[in-house]
Structure formats: structure tokens, C-alpha cells
């Protein structure tokens, strides 16, 4: 996972490569602003692992070269990749996330 912010325009970049359900791998791009709600998800499919590695190292080096550094991020729960257990989820509130996204 690669997580980059444009400090001066305030927008966050993060990256992953995964699989999806039938073994197909991925490049996933979520973007947005760090200040707002407002943000993007999007899956990109390769035919290989390889061919996605390399298309996740030249969009990452593009941002780079737009002014995006390399940064932590603080709220894990902002971009919901918490990891837990099925007894975890059982036990916490569950929240709505639907009211959540359209508040503003």
C-alpha cells in the first residue's frame, strides 16, 4: 500500500495491488481531498502481476512528479482498512454508513 499527499492542494493518493474475486489482478486508486469527504475508488485490472506492479510504480511515480510525497496516514478508519476478526464486527456498533457519506 502507498499513501501520498499534495500538501499544497491538500488532496491524499493511495495505492494497493490486489486480486479480485476471480483472481484477476488489480491496481486500486483511491483519491480525493484530505479536508472533505469527497473521493474517488478505482479498480484497474491486468492481465498479470507483473503488468500491474509496473502500471502501480509509473502512476506512482507520475504523483511524485505532480508534487505528491509519501506520507502515514493517522485515521486508518478514514479509508476503513482497520483489520479485524468476526468477532470484532460483531461486537461494534454498527454505523450508518449511508447517512455518513451524504451528509454533506
Same mark, same amino acid.
Given at each position: !500500500? &502507498? *499513501? !501520498?499527499?499534495?500538501?499544497?492542494? @491538500? =488532496?491524499?493518493?493511495?495505492?494497493?495491488?490486489?486480486? +479480485?474475486?476471480?483472481?484477476?489482478?488489480? %491496481?486500486?486508486?483511491?483519491?480525493?481531498?484530505?479536508?472533505?469527504?469527497?473521493?474517488?475508488? %478505482?479498480? &484497474?485490472?491486468?492481465? +498479470?502481476?507483473? #503488468?500491474?506492479?509496473?502500471?502501480?510504480?509509473? &502512476? #506512482? *511515480?507520475? =504523483?511524485? @512528479?505532480?508534487? *505528491?510525497?509519501?506520507?502515514?496516514?493517522? +485515521?486508518? +478508519?478514514?479509508?476503513? $482498512?482497520?483489520? @479485524?476478526? &468476526?468477532?470484532? %464486527?460483531?461486537?461494534?456498533?454498527?454505523?450508518?454508513?449511508?447517512?455518513? $457519506?451524504?451528509? #454533506?
Amino acid at each position: !500500500m &502507498i *499513501y !501520498m499527499i499534495h500538501p499544497i492542494k @491538500q =488532496r491524499f493518493y493511495w495505492l494497493g495491488l490486489q486480486q +479480485d474475486l476471480f483472481g484477476t489482478w488489480c %491496481v486500486h486508486k483511491c483519491y480525493g481531498g484530505l479536508g472533505n469527504k469527497h473521493r474517488r475508488s %478505482v479498480l &484497474i485490472p491486468f492481465p +498479470d502481476k507483473l #503488468e500491474a506492479s509496473q502500471a502501480l510504480a509509473e &502512476i #506512482e *511515480y507520475l =504523483r511524485r @512528479q505532480r508534487g *505528491y510525497v509519501y506520507a502515514d496516514i493517522h +485515521d486508518p +478508519d478514514q479509508f476503513h $482498512l482497520k483489520p @479485524q476478526t &468476526i468477532s470484532e %464486527v460483531e461486537k461494534s456498533p454498527q454505523k450508518n454508513l449511508s447517512a455518513e $457519506l451524504f451528509s #454533506e
